[in-house]
């Protein structure tokens, strides 16, 4: 049954996938500090990873940055 086994393989790739993309927003803990908004966007802090985000629509960063670059000096 070689079909089966490919279809098999599709599903643990689709699980492996989601599951990566579910780890990067659960690490993310965000919270906002109106006391540092600006007029450019209201400020989030991680509280995981100490990232650093201004949202312009006011809604918490999507992704985790705990890998990426920090965006720092504002
Ligand atoms: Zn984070």
């Not at 279809?7 to 659960?26: D, E, G, N, S, Y």
């Not at 690490?27 to 400020?43: A, F, I, L, V």
Request: with cysteine; net charge positive; glycine share 6%.
């Amino acid at each position: 049954m070689p079909l089966l086994i490919i279809v098999l393989i599709v599903v643990l790739i689709w699980m492996f996938l989601t599951f990566k993309a579910r780890q990067r927003t659960r690490d993310c803990r965000w919270r906002e500090n109106h006391s540092k908004d600006t007029p450019e966007g209201r400020y989030f802090i991680c509280m995981n990873c100490g990232a650093e985000q201004f949202a312009a629509d006011g809604m918490p960063p999507p992704i985790c940055y705990r890998d990426a670059p920090k965006t720092s000096g504002r």
